[in-house]
T-cell receptor, first 114, second 116 residues
Framework: AQSVTQLDSHVSVSEGTPVLLRCNYSSSYSPSLFWYVQHPNKGLQLLLKYTSAATLVKGINGFEAEFKKSETSFHLTKPSAHMSDAAEYFCVVSGGSSASKIIFGSGTRLSIRP | GAGVSQSPSNKVTEKGKDVELRCDPI?????LYWYRQSLGQGLEFLIY????????KSGLPSDRFSAERTGGSVSTLTIQRTQQEDSAVYLC??????????????FGPGTRLTVT
């Protein structure tokens, strides 16, 4: 069975400070892991993905995530938040051979304080 | 280039009516997915198409929901006898070259369905 847990439903940081969005997963397979961002009234956009290559993955807009198998985590980080980063972020785990095995987390809303 | 498009962007319907939601995937993408996103929730998988066939319909919540895809392109999600609990944003996504779960999905902007 697969599952994904986003540990914070809402994170608020000041502009220019680091961002940490936490994600833990469970998978019976060697998973692929993704982070997507959703701005208001927009579709989801891929930030980055892990597919069994390098464990530190760099994505767009300065975001990166580290796959830690021992901790079953795939936390998303950014060194310095920008106002345009305010959005909903989804952690996704996929594995196995079925489309229904693509599991989305419940999302973390990121707010940026000026 | 053109992304995934969905229509209508908003739909308000009365309880008991049927609705059709349309998805135009990226040209050449063989895999197509429908999801439902309720307020404050993650995405709920509904159905997956590979070409025109739907090998995984396991997420459809009831027999009021159906979907088809024609020409390996456009897909329509139909909800019959809509209920208030069907109110949600319905998202469509496509990806290239079949079900490779390491492929990213490209999402449309969604259709916001409100059942009154």
């Amino acid at each position: 069975a697969q599952s994904v847990t986003q540990l914070d439903s809402h994170v608020s940081v000041s502009e220019g400070t680091p961002v940490l969005l936490r994600c833990n997963y469970s998978s019976s397979y060697s998973p692929s892991l993704f982070w997507y961002v959703q701005h208001p009234n927009k579709g989801l956009q891929l930030l980055l993905k892990y597919t069994s290559a390098a464990t530190l993955v760099k994505g767009i807009n300065g975001f990166e995530a580290e796959f830690k198998k021992s901790e079953t985590s795939f936390h998303l980080t950014k060194p310095s938040a920008h106002m345009s980063d305010a959005a909903e972020y989804f952690c996704v785990v996929s594995g196995g051979s079925s489309a229904s095995k693509i599991i989305f987390g419940s999302g973390t809303r990121l707010s940026i304080r000026p | 280039g053109a992304g995934v498009s969905q229509s209508p962007s908003n739909k308000v319907t009365e309880k008991g009516k049927d609705v059709e939601l349309r998805c135009d995937p990226i040209s050449g993408h063989t895999a197509l997915y429908w999801y439902r996103q309720s307020l404050g929730q993650g995405l709920e998988f509904l159905i997956y198409f590979q070409g025109n066939s739907a090998p995984d319909k396991s997420g459809l919540p009831s027999d009021r929901f159906s979907a088809e895809r024609t020409g390996g392109s456009v897909s329509t999600l139909t909800i019959q006898r809509t209920q208030q609990e069907d109110s949600a944003v319905y998202l469509c996504a496509s990806s290239p070259e079949g079900l490779r779960l390491s492929y990213e999905q490209y999402f449309g902007p969604g259709t916001r369905l409100t059942v009154t």
